[in-house]
């Protein structure tokens, strides 16, 4: 299985929220440059970008954070967060960016994500699936759609995207264990290769999700409030 360590910037900080209220933010770090390279540091392959005031306002608020981070480490790093156009896609991947996730576009026009793949390769873009109550949330977070889940996963399988990312919004931030339920029954029901954001507060989460079969997991706040060590964490799955 693979792990995404968590970089969420927001006004230039690396910060935390719950259930994705911005209101609710707890700052970790005023230089997430250097989170990114003590993540480095301690064997991750992979770093998950957000840009949080990037996915309300629908444009790379944090660009100059986001590539400071691309240049100063050697592993590749994913971003999510108000990318809405292909220019957006073309101009990050250009600054360093190894893939981008695609999170409200997908729900409000899924052959956006077919073109984004056609053009640059379904290595490089992957879909953020961000759930409440099963159903689909948009804009940071802030409108939930009428499309489930389940059947967003579908569409983005016949779009050709391989990877997904779920978020159970109501898990997130919260150190509660993930949802294993639903990660395994998106997984099951769409065939695509799974990364579980949201909840997951140890080790034994990490292994109860490799048991399951599940592709990736992204870890936030257990890093931060050090609840899992990193660098087991990374020893553990290689």
Known sequence: MKLFPAIDIKGGECVRLKQGVFSDATVYS??????????????????????LDGSTAGYQVNAEVIMAIASEVSIPVELG??????????????????????????????????????RFGADHIVVGLDAKNGFVATHGWEKVSTVSAVSLG???????????????ISKDGMLSGPNFDKTKELMDETGLDI?????ISSIDDLKKLDELG???????????EKKIDLREACALFR
């Open 30 to 51: 005023k230089n997430p440059v250097m989170v990114a390279r003590e993540f480095e540091s301690m064997g991750a392959s992979f770093i998950h970008l957000v840009d």
């Open 81 to 118: 967060g108000g990318i809405r156009s292909l220019d957006d896609i073309k101009r990050l991947l250009d600054l360093g960016v190894y893939r981008c996730i695609i999170g409200t576009m997908a729900v409000e026009k899924p052959e956006f994500v077919a073109d984004a793949i056609k």
């Open 154 to 168: 579908k569409t983005m399988k016949e779009m050709g995207v391989k990877t997904v990312i779920y978020t159970d």
């Open 195 to 199: 990364v579980a954001s949201g909840g």
């Open 214 to 224: 599940i592709y990736g997991a992204v870890m936030g706040k257990a890093i931060y």
